[in-house]
């Protein structure tokens, strides 16, 4: 038995903002932003909670999926952005589906958080402990961000994307999730620090930090690396794959792994564009977006790679 991604679902919040709008509030413009990134919009919550935006992309990927709640042996989210330390969001998802038989249990693995939730779906359905899951990424990073640093705060926007996940014949051929965390500071964020009656701290809290050249290069030098390695190892060549559904960060990655696997742009599908980086999200929001459209074929190869805090990476290819 294999993991097949049976539905997909994803919700962004209302407030739409140009980079245009951006530039009237901090020194930047939409010539800049464009040009370097290929970012025209991003979706930022006002009303919407990370919670809120997992539970109508959760029931979207279950009516999708044409699966009850009660079917569902797992849940997990992935996010870096929940709204409670604890309960995780994904027991708040469980309460809010009435997904009454599922184990529920949130990952943080940034914007790899998806590659991360499925593999070990994956895992866990091959050892037969599983038959239906529901995976998702839902992310309000809008609130980590430093809104003073114009390098950061311009890349992010929030939403979620989720994707349920029956045991079956055909789906998943080969998934993997990696990580090296002797690079993790050059994308990160402080949780609040130690504050008790014998060690005083100001209770500030941190925003998200960046060194963008180094996450770059990682980027581009892993991703290529990675998905050549997958498809090398179930036989399948770059040329056989219908869709490439990268993690939306920036186009000059997505070119420069199109260009590093021979392979042209209109495989791989943006949302980057309208959207943003939303991390985790990016990747099951892209997925529906092209599911939505029509555009997967069954029998249809495709791969899905996720990269980002941790450092961290992950990569799917797989039969639709
Ligand atoms: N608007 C206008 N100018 C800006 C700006 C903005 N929003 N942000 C930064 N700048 C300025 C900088 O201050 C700098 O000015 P200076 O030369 O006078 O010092 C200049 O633009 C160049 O900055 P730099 O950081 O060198 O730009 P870059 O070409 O490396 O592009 C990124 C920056 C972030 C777009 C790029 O590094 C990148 O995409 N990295 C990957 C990030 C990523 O994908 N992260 C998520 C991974 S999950």
Redesign the pocket.
Known sequence: MTGRICGTGSALPHFRVTNDDLSKI????DE??RS??GIETRYLATEETTTSLAVEASRKALENAGVDAAELDVIIAATVTPDKLFPTLSCELQSELGAVNATAFDISA??SGFLFALNTVQAYIESGCCRKALILGAEVLSKIMDWGD??TC??FGDGAGAAVICADETGILKCVQRSDGAKGMA?HCYNRPVNNPYKKNPADLDYTH?N??E??KF?VRTVPKTISEILAAVDVTPDEVSYFIL?Q??I??IESVAKRLHQPMEKFPLNLTECG?I?AASVPTLLDKVNRRGLLKKGDKIVLAG???GLTWGAAVLTW
């Open positions: 901090m020194d930047t413009s800049w932003i370097r990134t940034g914007c114009r390098s311009v890349l994308l960046m963008g050249q996450v770059y980027a993690h960060a920036n000059r990655i980086n991390s990269f980002g805090a």
